[in-house]
């Protein structure tokens, strides 16, 4: 008797944040409001970041995912390169993303950062249009927070 086991893909996100250097100190940049939901069961955080408001309001965008610390990468022509591979939590990352990523626990992964200048410096060609939204997006936030790019980054983990 044959057998076919199903398999389940599960779905992959992104929590990316920013931040900004100030005075040698990272500190966000993103907008947290108070959370209506806050005290209303068990689990809601007291302060979260209106959809709206986040850096990168996409979604899903498994090109992107490869492109900054290849996760989800599948096969592309020329297989292109990555910025870089996962480089963890920065140690100097400010308390709100600490705490964004200790949420998550042991179903965040892969996480990492960059400064503007290194994805500005990073060829994206080979991803073609997949991340013309997320550079769109995400870049000019990031030049208005600073003029410096290496005094702005991106932090960012992954949860599925």
């Not at 963890?88 to 200790?102: A, F, H, N, R, V």
Request: one cysteine or more.
């Amino acid at each position: 008797m044959w057998f076919i086991k199903k398999l389940s893909i599960m779905g992959c996100d992104i929590h990316l944040f920013a931040e900004k250097k100030e005075n040698g100190v990272w500190i966000s940049i993103d907008k947290y409001t108070p959370n209506p939901e806050f005290g209303k069961y068990h689990d809601e955080k007291e302060f979260v970041i209106d959809h709206a408001d986040r850096i990168y309001t996409k979604g899903r965008n498994y090109n992107l995912f490869c492109a900054l610390a290849g996760v989800r990468g599948f096969h592309f022509y020329g297989e292109p390169s990555i910025i870089s591979e996962p480089k963890g939590l920065p140690e100097d990352c400010c308390t709100e993303i600490k705490t964004e990523s200790d949420n998550y626990g042991a179903d965040g992964h892969s996480h990492s950062w960059n400064t503007l200048k290194e994805l500005e410096d990073f060829d994206w060609s080979g991803y073609g249009e997949t991340v013309v939204e997320f550079k769109k997006e995400v870049f000019p936030k990031l030049k208005e927070a600073s003029a410096d790019p290496e005094n702005v980054r991106i932090v960012y983990f992954f949860d599925n």
